[in-house]
Every structure is written in structure tokens, then in C-alpha cells.
């Protein structure tokens, strides 16, 4: 009934809204897209020599997304793949979600489930672009940006006035997300204020068992950024954000059962001020802290506690930023420092870690027509090594119409807290996990106490800390603009990472049940292309198409292929045989090739139809023939294309109702996919309300 009378007030103000001011007519202005993130200041996206691009306010508006996950899974070379607790993550040019850093405004958001960043935490209502680097990026932002950077930016109003944008999107699952935002500007000052409301029963891909696959849960959030020029030399910033959300929780034990509830609540506060010294210097300091919990227990049927637990994770974060032009050359100075803590319950006392860093970086344009990019960061940590981090990246017009770039960057992820001080014992199926500092401790007690049948690793290999993962990460790549109507880009890619941090077992408890913990293994490498294209062959049509090629693979298992050296065991017979060279597939959870075709069509100043078709080859997620490794005998899940549709009607300059369908042949994969749940209806209705 709630669900209803919010659904018909909102039809109301619509309505209202419709026979107001409304039909002013908004002017859009053409512009040059421009990419921060990359180089911490604005460059055009044509100039620059790094492999990036933007996701348009068009775009965000066409998909009728409102959470992150819903558009960047649209992206070239980027897949949203779930993680062990049902949310979000990416992966980019073959590297996992942690190592991709998430920013919001520039500034680092944290949370993360098994180093993923959950992308439904992220609400659009407020955002005019989303910029993606690919590639090492550690030279500007350190830790976590190993593989890349998703910076999110919000919308900036330029003339005097007010705003107010109104949207509420329905649609299957009983799902609701309403936004509303709303602007001021009046000389020096800026006023941006948005909410945002998510609810979703949630859906079952698998009825035999007793639990849902994504239980139902709400949220909702709220920001504000307010921006003053004190004076023609001087800007303030400063901006909130609070994101609260509860779900069901539930789990199963013997046949039986348990159910609770799940809460996480965040907050960011930030604030700078600038100073424009000169017109060719600017000095800029910044101050960001954030908070990050989660609280959520499971209760027996009887009604007893089974389990709880929490996750309190905190950043605090000063920076000073000096920018600086001189002719052709532009550049940036950076230090500052970080406060970072972790509190949760399987951690025997709270993990800190400060970080000092300094950063420093040349944009300039040689012999007045090579762009040159070229960086350095330094950081150091107060409980673990230093890193050096470096990029340089070059833009070789050839002529108008041709550009060939390349960049080479080294980047790194220090082990994170999990990976050091976890001490878990899962409650329903008995396994264990423990951290790389404390494993050596908990598994001798554990010996001492007769509590262990059979030890697979020497405890000797883990009485040392974990080396932080390395990158080394190179980009060759060719723009080329055949005229205004078409256009394509090409990008080859190789990342080299040594020292990858994983999981492995260490022994059997006397139960049979494993006990794990982490280490540095052997250099994992991604490689491959990624081709992107754009035709747009008169005023109403556009499409876009675009492509990766992947290879990823662990070198000391392609070696041991190449020499002959792994054998799998037959399904049917048992019986083992040795593999060739080519058996090889791979890394888990990694597919050979990727695409997406997009098509926009205006059928006339009132009716567009937006398509999206995306493509996912085979991949498999773990060994089943014996051997711990991936080969062409194991078993494959099957490719996939997913299509979605959307039509919009524009009743006028600053209102629209759109209509669509998500994965519209009704795909889904329940035994192995849980983030595709068949096919999704939805009606978004907007209003830009102008004064």
C-alpha cells in the first residue's frame, strides 16, 4: 500500500509539475568532454594519451541506470561480476575489482566485500559523467589503482538560478528507486542537494533450496555539496553524503532455516579550499573522511542468537595539490597523508595503518604537437614497505584524422586487512581463514591442541609478511576519426602482476574441514585488445560497437603446460593423461571475448529507441577434472548475450516517460550466474523542473 501511494504521488507532482514552468525549453551546450581523473586536471579526451573514456550524461540517461552497476557493465573490456556475499564488482582488462579504485569527486570510496566494491552503493541522481582509465594508476593513486579508476563526477550548474530534477523509475521484482535533486547558483555561490531511494523484493533463481538469491533490501542516501568563491581568488568546497541500507539476511544449516537482518550505513564528509595565486598557479588544500559499517546477525528458529557480526572500517584522508602552467607546460605537485582503521569482529584487535605519500606529474605538449604525460608517487606506509609508482605515456599525431599513444606504468596493492588479520571460522560449514600475521600463531595453538590431522604447507613459509602485488601495465593504441560520421579506437593492453595475493590451504582440521591463509604466488599476466567504434550517418541515428580480446594466465602454469608437466584425470575412466601445450585455458572467471553493440535512434523530437545488446564467451569458475588448474577439458559455462530496450517519449523539453526491457530474452544462468535474474520490465519517469 506504501509502494502505491508513493507511486501515485509521484505521478502527481509529475503531473503538477507538467502544467507549471515546465515547458521552458533548456539549451544544451556542445563542449569537449574532458577527463579529471586522469591526470588530476582537465584534458580533453581526444588529447589524451592514457586509454580512457566517459561515460556521458546522454548515455546514463538513455539505459535508464540509477545505480553504477547498471552502466558500466555496458563499457568495453568490463564486465560486473558478483562476489561471494551477492554484490558487485568489476573487473577491467582482465584484473580483478580490487584492483580497481573507486572514486567519487576524486575523492576514494572504501567498503569492500572480499575486495570488491559494490556498485549498487553508488546512486547516479547527481552524476554528469563517469571517467574510466585504464591501465596502472598508482603513480597518481597509489594503492587499490593498480589496475585502474572509476571516478565518478557530479553535476555542476553554471548559470544563475535553480534547478530540480525529479525521476522514479518501477519495475519487476517490485523494484522502486526514486531520485530528486536540486540546485541553486547565485553569484559565488553553489548549492547542490539530492536523495535518492532504492527497495527491491529481490529474486530466486533456485527453488529446491531455502534461500533467496538476492534476499529483499532498501536503501536510501542523501549528499550536498555547497561551493563559494570568497572572493575572485579564492574557493571553498565543501560536501556530505550518508547511505543507509537493510536487507534481509539469511542463511541454512542442517536443512533448517536462519534468518536476520543486514545494516550498512556510510558517510563521507569532505572540504577544500583553493587558492588562485596567480594565472599560472593554484594551490588547493582538501581534507576527506569516510565510514564504512556493516552489522548483521542470523537468529535459530527457536529465536536464539546464531551469529553476529560487524565491520567498521574508517579513512581520513588530507591532501595539498599545487597546479602550475608555463607555456606548454602544465603540472602537479601533490602530498598529504593517511589515517586509516578497520574494527570488525573476526579481528583479535582493531587494525590500523598511516600512509605518508607524495606525488608529482609533467602534461606537456612537445615540439607542439607530442603530448607527453609523465609521472612519479611515492608512499610510505608506517607498518609496511614503500612504493614507488611511475607512468609515462605518449600522443604521436601522425596527422588530423590519426593519433597513435602509448603509455607504460608500474602500480601496486598493498595486502589489505583482511588479507593480514583475519581470523574466520565460518559458523555453518566449518572452514577457516586466517591471515597471513596471525596464521603462523592460531596454526601452532591449533597443532599444540591436537586439532590438526594433516599440514600441507611447512608453517615456516608463513612466519613472514606478504609482499605488496606489483604491476607493470602497457598501452599501445590508435585513434582514428575517418570523417564526423565515424570514428573508431584500438587498444592493445598487457598487465604483468607479480605477487599475486591468494588463498591457499595450509591443513585439515581433525573434523576434515580446510584451513586457509594467503600468499604471494607466481606473476599472473592479462593481455590482449580492445577496439571500440562509433557511426553516427545522419542527425538521428548512432552506433556504437566495441570489443575485447583477453588472455590471462598464471606463468608458471603456462610454463609447466608448455613442458609437459600437468596431467588431468578422465570423468568417466579416472584414469589420468597428460595435457598439451594449448590445454591451457587460463584464469578463472576470465572470457576470451567480449562485446557490445549500441544503437540510438530519434524518430523524431518527441520518441528515441536505445538498444543494447552485450556479449560474454565461455569462462569457467573452478576446476573440475582434478588438477586445481583451468584446461579445455573442464567444464565451461556457456556464452552469453544479453539485450535490453528502451523507448522514450519527451513530452516536452524537461519531461519523459521511458519504457523498457532488460534482458529481454529471459537469459539466466541460476546454477552459476546470480547477478542475472531473467528478464526485467521497468517504466522511469523524469522531470527537469527550471526556474
Known amino acids: 500500500m506504501k509502494n502505491t501511494l508513493f507511486f501515485l504521488s509521484i505521478l502527481f507532482v509529475f503531473t503538477a509539475f507538467g502544467q507549471t514552468k515546465s515547458d521552458s525549453i533548456s539549451i544544451k551546450k556542445k563542449h569537449k568532454e574532458v577527463s579529471i581523473s586522469a591526470t588530476k586536471s582537465s584534458k580533453s579526451l581526444d588529447a589524451l594519451p592514457i586509454p580512457g573514456s566517459i561515460i556521458s550524461e546522454k548515455e546514463i540517461t538513455e539505459t ?8 558500466i557493465e555496458k563499457q568495453t573490456g568490463i564486465i560486473s561480476v558478483p ?5 558487485k564488482g568489476v573487473q577491467m582488462q582482465g584484473l580483478d575489482a580490487s584492483y580497481i579504485a573507486i572514486l567519487l569527486d576524486g575523492c576514494p570510496m572504501i567498503g569492500r566485500s572480499f575486495g570488491a566494491f559494490d556498485l549498487n552503493r553508488i546512486s547516479l541522481a547527481d552524476i554528469e559523467k563517469i571517467e574510466i582509465i585504464r591501465g596502472a594508476s598508482s603513480s597518481l593513486y597509489g594503492s587499490n589503482a593498480l589496475g585502474g579508476v572509476i571516478n565518478l563526477i557530479s553535476k555542476n550548474q ?17 523494484s522502486l528507486n526514486s531520485s530528486a535533486l536540486y540546485q541553486y547558483k547565485k553569484g559565488g555561490l553553489q548549492l547542490s542537494n539530492s536523495m535518492d531511494y532504492y527497495k527491491t523484493d529481490g529474486y530466486d533463481l533456485i527453488d529446491s533450496d531455502l534461500l533467496n538469491t538476492i534476499n529483499p533490501l532498501s536503501n536510501y542516501s542523501f549528499r550536498i555539496k555547497i561551493k563559494y ?13 550518508y547511505f543507509n541500507q537493510e536487507q534481509e539476511n539469511t542463511g541454512e544449516k542442517s536443512n533448517l532455516l536462519l534468518e536476520g537482518e543486514s545494516q550498512i550505513k556510510e558517510w563521507n564528509l569532505g572540504s577544500s579550499i583553493k587558492y588562485l595565486m596567480h594565472s599560472n598557479f593554484s594551490t588547493e588544500a582538501e581534507i576527506y573522511t569516510t565510514n564504512y559499517r556493516t552489522d548483521e546477525f542470523l537468529l535459530n528458529q527457536n529465536g536464539s542468537l546464531f551469529d553476529k557480526n560487524y565491520f567498521d572500517h574508517t579513512l581520513l584522508q588530507s591532501e595539498l595539490r599545487n597546479n602550475f602552467n608555463f607555456k606548454a607546460i602544465n603540472g602537479i605537485i601533490g602530498f598529504g597523508m593517511t589515517k586509516e582503521k578497520l574494527d570488525r569482529k573476526y579481528f583479535s584487535s582493531i587494525a590500523q595503518q598511516d600512509l605518508k605519500f607524495l606525488y608529482g606529474q609533467l602534461d606537456c605538449l612537445a615540439f607542439g604537437v607530442v603530448d607527453i604525460i609523465a609521472g612519479s608517487r611515492y608512499d610510505n606506509y ?3 614497505a614503500t612504493e614507488i609508482s611511475n607512468k609515462l605515456a605518449l600522443g604521436f599525431p601522425i596527422s588530423k584524422q590519426l593519433k597513435i599513444n602509448s603509455s607504460v606504468g608500474t602500480g601496486f596493492k598493498i595486502p589489505d586487512f583482511r588479507q593480514r ?20 600463531d592460531r596454526l601452532t595453538a591449533m597443532e599444540n591442541d591436537g586439532m590438526l590431522q594433516g ?3 611447512p608453517f615456516s613459509e608463513i612466519n613472514s609478511p606478504l609482499k605488496s602485488e606489483t604491476s607493470l601495465n602497457i598501452n599501445v593504441g590508435i585513434k582514428f576519426k575517418v570523417n564526423e560520421k565515424t570514428s573508431f579506437n584500438i587498444n592493445f593492453f598487457k ?16 573434523n576434515t574441514l580446510p584451513v586457509f591463509s594467503y600468499f604471494n604466488l607466481n606473476q599472473v599476466e592479462t593481455k590482449g585488445m580492445e577496439f571500440n567504434t562509433r557511426f553516427r550517418p545522419n542527425s538521428k541515428l548512432e552506433i556504437k560497437a566495441g570489443y575485447q580480446l583477453l588472455f590471462a594466465f598464471d606463468s608458471d602454469i603456462k610454463t609447466r603446460f608448455e613442458t609437459g608437466d600437468v596431467y588431468a584425470k578422465d570423468a568417466e575412466t579416472l584414469v589420468s593423461f597428460k595435457l598439451k601445450k594449448d590445454d591451457y585455458f587460463g584464469l578463472f572467471n576470465r572470457s576470451r571475448h567480449m562485446g557490445n553493440l549500441k544503437l540510438f535512434y530519434q524518430f523524431n523530437d518527441k520518441l528515441d529507441l536505445n538498444t543494447i545488446i552485450t556479449y560474454r564467451s565461455k569462462y569457467a569458475l573452478y576446476d573440475s577434472n582434478g588438477n586445481n588448474l583451468l584446461d579445455t577439458y573442464d567444464e565451461f559455462i556457456d556464452g552469453y548475450a544479453l539485450c535490453d530496450v528502451g523507448i522514450t517519449h519527451h513530452t516536452n523539453a524537461s519531461k519523459s516517460i521511458q519504457l523498457g526491457v532488460k534482458n529481454i530474452f529471459d537469459f539466466t544462468n541460476p546454477e552459476y550466474i546470480s547477478n542475472i535474474s531473467g528478464r526485467l520490465y521497468y517504466i522511469n519517469l523524469k522531470i527537469n523542473f527550471k526556474n
Open 495 to 510: 598487465n604483468e602482476v607479480v605477487n599475486l595475493i591468494e588463498a591457499q590451504l595450509v591443513a585439515n582440521k581433525t
Open 64 to 71: 535508464a541506470a540509477t545505480k553504477l552497476d547498471e552502466v
Open 158 to 174: 553554471v548559470e544563475d538560478g535553480k534547478n530540480m530534477f525529479l525521476s522514479m523509475k518501477y519495475g519487476t521484482n517490485n
Open 382 to 384: 608506517s607498518n609496511y
Open 455 to 457: 599440514i600441507f604447507i
Open 421 to 440: 588479520y583475519f581470523d574466520f571460522t565460518n559458523s555453518t560449514i566449518g572452514y577457516t581463514v586466517l591471515g597471513r600475521e596471525v596464521a603462523f
Open 229 to 241: 568563491d570568497l572572493s575572485e581568488k579564492i574557493i571553498l568546497k565543501a560536501n556530505g553524503r
Open 83 to 87: 562476489t561471494k556475499t551477492g554484490t
